[in-house]
């Protein structure tokens, strides 16, 4: 196949002018600003706005207006315009990588069926139309060199691929990328790309040689399938050890951030090598970064800052800028510009959403489907360019074609706003939505990795059952062990603990076992889980190894020390739960975790504030002996309560209000947990040390201490 990029960018006679590029710049990204606030106003992306500035400030208008501005602005020279159009290339890359971020493949496995038919809908149709537009054009379209099967051929393809990097900014910008049909919708683009590429490359190869050879497109095929396979197997193991390595280093940013651009750039090489084109690269590298678990977790959003505050808004802007309206001022060119317009989002339309009926999706998918895969970009443009510099496509017909992109994403846009207007989509969809966001806004119960330091004894058997029930099934856990290889471990217990779960086991030798706990915690795991026995040392916290750990830790710590006088390794399951809360995030963190661990086994929970240092208030009756406040009272210490509570049938857990009244919260709860029989208490407290040992507070360790039913306290470290 032919070097596309080099047949693009061919160079031709030109200098190059510094000032010009950053004036270039500069303009594109504030000008693109602009629309784009103007468009949200609108309830539009911002992205229309970026298209809409690149085509005021190309030469349909600003080349109108002032004709020498113009040409000092954007001067001919292929060297200047090779510069712009670098820089908008790393922008697509760029907004490819924050693609692959948000990316599920687990998700869009689950949809394979609706994934795979609504590309092939997408593409056959919107095909088939254009090759029979192509036929019919006028020859004012065909460029010099053109035969009219060729030039069909590079009709039918323009008409009928969508962009991914315009897809996704779309989808992004309105809060749909983790819909079902928003994953449909990426995946799709994707193998819109996939194939648009390649046959380009056989289209191309046509035109120059006169034919093309079935073993090259093949090999291009196996290539792009091992480049897959590769890059999600040995890929993933060298961007996993990278990034363990930096996290062990301290989990500095920049060097995650070097990471990241280092992957990106040595995929982009893999697939421009390929002949495909280096954005797919970026794709894969963003899916690959993702799915590392030792990823830092600010990298993405530096990452979406830099690209929409700067590239992405030169890439639109510049796809704008290819745009010459003047070219149209011929009725039959005009007529005929309309028709492709007409037949490229009708077809694509009708084609996405007759594969998504097909496959059994919803009315409204499949037209929020059609909708989303009307965008077009990046390879249209390419599609024009390669065609003109080819011969193929007459100066006229570059001009409708690339009109075609900036005409389409603005539909795209309006459309997809207008569809999900309202539509919350199917029941099991909003649990999954709800779910998500749930777990994006808490503190401690999220999809990161769980620790879990084990010797295989009942009480990290206890802790294995807080975890695995509190956490989703998403986040994975690893059962860390320090000593003898030669000691035998059984983890079987914590296996059947966590059956549904992703479990691996590590070993390792060390002498301080402190500190391969902390040192393992650095490595992208969420929270560390540790089991404790009864207290027997009133010097110490809990114990040695557990005191060290708080003492250290950079991350939340869940300390679950087991009910006295158990005669089995496994705590029952919980069926009534102490939760003191108050308006603190440490409290709040406990809430997540006794919530979703009612939520699962039904555990009913007391959630229990504690208003000390006031006077006598009208009290309503008892409940199990203990004073409670009339519901309408005007009181803080409810207000809290009733917040919690609200939190708590979001989601789906079982509780009841307490409000007590005294000077000893730690003896109130604890006679609260003898009037209820609860068998739990759930707290939270922040991670501090005094002189040689951590301190959990007061209220925190005399319960530990006087409690004889299980007492999880969530831990957070001041610096979180």
């Not at 504030?30 to 949200?40: E, I, K, N």
């Not at 000390?612 to 809290?640: H, K, T, W, Y």
Request: negative net charge.
């Amino acid at each position: 196949m032919p070097d596309l990029g080099a047949t693009v960018f061919a160079a031709e006679a030109g200098g190059f002018d510094l000032l010009v590029f950053w004036v270039q710049i500069l303009v594109l990204v504030t000008t693109a600003h602009l629309f784009g606030v103007v468009m949200r106003k609108v309830g539009l992306p911002s992205v229309v706005g970026a298209l809409m500035a690149g085509l005021v400030l190309g030469p349909s208008v600003f080349g109108v207006v002032w004709e020498s501005g113009f040409e000092w602005f954007l001067p001919t020279g292929s060297e200047q315009t090779a510069a712009l159009d670098a820089v908008s290339w790393v922008g697509v890359a760029l907004l490819l990588v924050v693609t692959g971020f948000e990316t599920d493949l687990g998700l869009i496995s689950k949809l394979g069926r609706p994934a795979l038919l609504v590309t092939a809908g997408s593409l056959v149709v919107p095909l088939v139309a254009g090759i029979v537009v192509g036929m019919l054009m006028p020859s004012i379209f065909l460029g010099d060199e053109a035969e009219r099967f060729t030039f069909t051929l590079f009709v039918a393809l323009a008409l009928s691929v969508s962009s991914l990097a315009v897809v996704a900014k779309i989808l992004s910008e309105l809060g749909l990328m983790r819909r079902d049909f928003g994953q449909i919708t990426v995946a799709v683009g994707m193998a819109n790309d996939v194939v648009g590429w390649i046959m380009l490359g056989v289209f191309a190869g046509l035109v120059t040689s006169g034919g093309v050879s079935v073993g090259q497109v093949l090999a291009t095929l196996g290539g792009i399938v091992a480049f897959g396979v590769l890059a999600l197997t040995v890929g993933q193991r060298l961007v996993n050890m990278l990034l363990r390595r930096v996290r062990r280093t301290g989990g500095n940013l920049a060097a995650a951030l070097a990471v990241c651009m280092i992957t990106m750039l040595g995929f982009g090489v893999v697939t421009e090598w390929l002949e495909v084109e280096a954005v797919l690269g970026a794709f894969v590298a963003g899916v690959v970064l993702h799915r590392s678990r030792f990823q830092h977790e600010e990298v993405i959003h530096h990452l979406e800052g830099l690209t929409g505050a700067l590239f992405a808004p030169v890439f639109f802007a510049t796809a704008g800028l290819k745009v010459d309206l003047r070219l149209l001022n011929d009725s039959e060119a005009l007529l005929w510009a309309l028709v492709l317009l007409v037949v490229a989002i009708v077809f694509k339309f009708a084609g996405a959403y007759g594969g998504a009926r097909l496959a059994g999706r919803t009315h409204r998918a499949g037209l929020a489907l059609g909708a989303g895969l009307n965008a077009r970009g990046a390879l249209e443009i390419v599609i024009a360019a390669v065609g003109l510099s080819l011969g193929v496509f007459s100066s006229t017909a570059f001009s409708v074609i690339v009109l075609v992109p900036v005409i389409t994403s603005l539909f795209a846009s309006a459309t997809l706003r207008w569809v999900v207007n309202n539509w919350q989509g199917t029941p099991d969809e909003q649990a999954r939505l709800g779910r998500e966001k749930a777990l994006s806004q808490n503190l401690v119960v999220r999809t990161s990795r769980l620790l879990l330091p084990s010797r295989g004894g009942p009480e990290s058997i206890a802790a294995a059952q807080v975890l695995h029930f509190a956490w989703p099934v998403e986040a994975g856990a690893t059962v860390f062990t320090t000593g003898d290889r030669d000691t035998e471990v059984d983890i079987t217990p914590l296996r059947n603990v966590m059956y549904d779960r992703s479990l691996e086991h590590r070993r390792v030798r060390v002498d301080d076992p402190v500190r391969a706990i902390i040192d393992e915690s650095r490595l992208g795991y969420g929270v560390i889980g540790l089991g404790a026995l009864d207290y027997v040392d009133t010097q110490q916290v809990i114990s040695p190894l557990v005191d060290g750990v708080l003492s250290e830790s950079p991350i939340p710590v869940v300390v679950v020390r087991r009910a006295r006088n158990l005669d089995r390794p496994l705590p029952g399951a919980f069926s009534r739960a102490v939760v003191p809360v108050t308006g603190s995030p440490v409290s709040r963190a406990a809430q997540e975790v006794a919530f979703n661990l009612s939520a699962q086994l039904g555990t009913e929970l007391h959630l229990t504030h504690v208003n000390s240092g006031r006077g006598e208030p009208a009290a309503l009756p008892s409940l199990f002996g203990r004073r409670m406040i009339p519901r309408s009272a005007p009181d803080v210490g409810e207000q809290v309560v009733q917040q919690a509570m609200a939190h708590a049938d979001e989601l789906g857990a079982t509780s009841r209000s307490v409000v007590l009244e005294g000077s000893s919260p730690a003896e109130l709860i604890l006679d609260l947990v003898r009037d209820i029989e609860a068998d739990l208490v759930v707290m939270g407290a922040h991670l501090r040390r005094v002189g040689d040992r951590p301190f959990l507070g007061h209220r925190v360790e005399q319960v530990l201490r006087d409690c004889d039913a299980t007492v999880v306290v969530v831990l957070i470290p001041f610096d979180l």
